[in-house]
C-alpha cells in the first residue's frame, strides 16, 4: 500500500485575538480534545487546530504543564540515583529540568532551537536563584548560583552537541526531552557527547494517536518500512521504541566496539496512557557480541 501524502486543502483562516485567548483558556484548564474544541470552534479544521494548540503551548510554556510535577519528580529520582556530575540538556525549553539536574550537577549544558525561549529559561534561571553572567561569547549564555552552573545555547541540539566535542568538555548524562523524536539523531548524538547515562522522552506516541504511518515507518528503523506499524497498541508500542533506542545506539559507528549498548532502568508514564508521553532511563555500556546484541533485540 502506498502512502498518501498530507497536504492542506483550505485556504488559511485568521485567528481572531478573541478566538486565541478562548483557546488558550481551554489549554490552561487541560481541555485540549480535539472532540470539544471541534464543537467550540466549528469553522476549524482539526489539523488546524492541532497546530494553532501547538504554537500556543510553545509561547505560553503549557507543554507538559499538567504532569510537570510527575516529570520534576523523576529527573530528581534519576539524579540522586546516579550523581552526574555534567549533563547535555539537548532540548531545554524553559529549563523546568535543567535545574533540578543541578540538585546533584555541578554544570547544565543547555541548548533550545527557538531564540522564543530564551526569556523562558531566564525566567525560570532567576526563580531557581541564578544570575546571568555577561561575560561569555554571544552563543553561550551562562548562568551561575554558587559553585553551580548552567551554559545555555541559543540553536540546534546538534550544533551544541559539536561545540561540547571541539571543546573537550566531558557528559555524564544526555538528557533528550522533546515532544518530537530524537531517534534519528541519537547515534549522532551519542557519538559526540559520549555519555555514561541517557534519558530520553518519547513523543512518538503523539504520531500513533494521530495515525501517522508515514512518521512512524521513518523513526522505527528495525522495522521494515515498506510495512505499516498498525495495528499498534500503546504498550506495543513502548516495546517497539525501546528496541530502536538500543539499534539506534547499536549502529552509532560502523565498529560495535566504538557503538554503545543500553541498558532500560527505570521508566515513567507523564500524564495519561492516551495523551501523555513516556520517559526513560537508561545506562550506557559497551555492546557484547554483534550476533548477541541482534539476537535479542530480534525477539519478538
Same mark, same amino acid.
Given at each position: 500500500?502506498s502512502?498518501?501524502?498530507r497536504?492542506?486543502?483550505?485556504?488559511?483562516?485568521? +485567528?481572531?485575538?478573541e478566538?486565541?485567548?478562548?483557546?488558550?483558556?481551554?489549554?490552561?484548564?487541560?481541555?485540549s480534545?480535539?472532540?470539544?474544541?471541534?464543537? /467550540?470552534?466549528?469553522?476549524?479544521?482539526?489539523?488546524?487546530?492541532?497546530t /494553532?494548540?501547538?504554537?500556543?503551548?510553545?509561547?505560553?510554556?503549557?507543554?507538559?504543564?499538567?504532569?510537570?510535577?510527575? /516529570?520534576?519528580?523523576?529527573?530528581?529520582?534519576?539524579?540522586?540515583?546516579?550523581?552526574?556530575?555534567?549533563?547535555?540538556?539537548?532540548?531545554?525549553?524553559?529549563?523546568?529540568?535543567?535545574?533540578k539536574?543541578?540538585?546533584?550537577?555541578?554544570?547544565v549544558?543547555?541548548?533550545?532551537?527557538?531564540?522564543?525561549?530564551?526569556?523562558?529559561?531566564?525566567?525560570?534561571?532567576?526563580?531557581?536563584?541564578?544570575?546571568l553572567?555577561?561575560?561569555?561569547?554571544?552563543? +553561550?549564555?551562562?548562568?551561575?548560583?554558587?559553585?553551580?552552573?548552567?551554559?545555555?545555547?541559543?540553536?540546534?541540539?546538534?550544533?551544541?552537541?559539536?561545540?561540547l /566535542?571541539?571543546?573537550?568538555?566531558?557528559?555524564d548524562?544526555?538528557?533528550?526531552?522533546?515532544?518530537?523524536?530524537?531517534?534519528?539523531?541519537?547515534?549522532?548524538l551519542?557519538?559526540?557527547?559520549?555519555?555514561?547515562?541517557?534519558?530520553i522522552?518519547?513523543?512518538?506516541?503523539?504520531?500513533?494517536r494521530?495515525?501517522?504511518?508515514?512518521?512512524?515507518?521513518?523513526?522505527?528503523?528495525?522495522?521494515d518500512?515498506?510495512?505499516?506499524?498498525?495495528?499498534?497498541?500503546?504498550?506495543?508500542?513502548?516495546?517497539?521504541?525501546?528496541?530502536?533506542?538500543?539499534?539506534?545506539?547499536?549502529?552509532?559507528?560502523?565498529?560495535?566496539?566504538?557503538?554503545? +549498548?543500553?541498558?532500560?532502568?527505570?521508566?515513567? +508514564?507523564l500524564?495519561?496512557?492516551?495523551?501523555?508521553?513516556?520517559?526513560?532511563?537508561?545506562?550506557?555500556?559497551?555492546?557484547?557480541?554483534?550476533?548477541?546484541?541482534?539476537?535479542?533485540?530480534?525477539?519478538?
Open positions: 500500500m502512502l498518501k501524502r497536504k492542506a486543502n483550505n485556504p488559511p483562516t485568521p +485567528w481572531t485575538a478566538d486565541e485567548e478562548l483557546l488558550l483558556t481551554f489549554l490552561r484548564d487541560d481541555n480534545e480535539i472532540s470539544f474544541l471541534r464543537q /467550540k470552534f466549528p469553522n476549524r479544521t482539526t489539523a488546524g487546530l492541532r /494553532k494548540i501547538r504554537k500556543l503551548r510553545i509561547k505560553h510554556d503549557l507543554f507538559g504543564s499538567s504532569y510537570r510535577e510527575e /516529570k520534576e519528580q523523576f529527573t530528581l529520582d534519576i539524579a540522586r540515583k546516579v550523581k552526574p556530575k555534567s549533563v547535555f540538556d539537548a532540548y531545554a525549553g524553559a529549563g523546568h529540568q535543567t535545574f539536574w543541578l540538585s546533584f550537577a555541578d554544570i549544558y543547555a541548548s533550545e532551537k527557538m531564540p522564543s525561549k530564551l526569556t523562558q529559561f531566564e525566567k525560570t534561571a532567576m526563580i531557581n536563584g541564578f544570575q553572567d555577561d561575560s561569555k561569547d554571544s552563543y +553561550w549564555k551562562s548562568f551561575v548560583k554558587g559553585d553551580k552552573q548552567v551554559c545555555f545555547f541559543i540553536g540546534d541540539a546538534l550544533d551544541a552537541a559539536v561545540e /566535542k571541539a571543546n573537550g568538555l566531558k557528559i548524562l544526555l538528557d533528550l526531552d522533546t515532544c518530537g523524536s530524537t531517534l534519528p539523531l541519537l547515534p549522532t551519542l557519538l559526540l557527547t559520549k555519555p555514561n547515562h541517557l534519558v522522552t518519547h513523543g512518538e506516541y503523539h504520531s500513533m494521530f495515525k501517522r504511518e508515514d512518521v512512524l515507518r521513518r523513526l522505527l528503523t528495525h522495522k518500512i515498506s510495512q505499516t506499524p498498525f495495528p499498534l497498541e500503546i504498550d506495543d508500542l513502548g516495546k517497539e521504541l525501546d528496541k530502536a533506542v538500543k539499534l539506534s545506539a547499536l549502529r552509532a559507528h560502523n565498529e560495535t566496539a566504538d557503538s554503545f +549498548w543500553l541498558e532500560l532502568g527505570s521508566e515513567k +508514564w500524564g495519561t496512557k492516551r495523551h501523555g508521553m513516556l520517559r526513560r532511563y537508561y545506562s550506557i555500556g559497551k555492546p557484547p557480541a554483534t550476533a548477541d546484541c541482534i539476537n535479542e533485540l530480534s525477539q519478538v
